[in-house]
Nanobody, 124 residues
Framework: QVQLVESGGGLVQAGGSLRLSCAAS????????MGWFRQAPGKERQFVAA????????YYADSVKGRFTISRDKAKNTVTLQMNSLKPEDTAVYYC?????????????????WGQGTQVTVSS
């Protein structure tokens, strides 16, 4: 089992940066693919970024490619989402999630464990 706690959200102006962190606990973290998803009011949850268990591969939604970077530190049991050049349309609650090694990394239904979410608000 994996427990996830996000932090680092907040209010930032367009063009600014935020760094989200996800602290994980549980024996299976090191063998889990990790992802970030977001959900804006009235919209479905959408994929943002993912990283494989080894950290060797990363995946990004087209809307954040080149602006966001996902990374993981197995020694510290953390996953980080560095968000640069933020836009008002990035405003959402951001969730950290963990999944087993099988299943597509971009599909939220493949993730078994979720954090409580952290709010990111980008003002124009």
């Amino acid at each position: 089992q994996v427990q996830l706690v996000e932090s680092g959200g907040g209010l930032v102006q367009a063009g600014g940066s935020l760094r989200l962190s996800c602290a994980a606990s549980g024996r299976t973290f090191s063998s889990s693919d990790m992802g970030w998803f977001r959900q804006a009011p009235g919209k479905e949850r959408q994929f943002v970024a993912a990283i494989t268990w080894s950290g060797a591969s990363t995946y990004y939604a087209d809307s954040v490619k080149g602006r966001f970077t996902i990374s993981r530190d197995k020694a510290k049991n953390t996953v980080t989402l560095q968000m640069n050049s933020l836009k008002p349309e990035d405003t959402a609650v951001y969730y950290c999630a963990a999944k087993p090694l099988i299943g597509a990394t971009t599909m939220s239904g493949n993730y078994d464990y979720w954090g409580q979410g952290t709010q990111v608000t980008v003002s124009s």
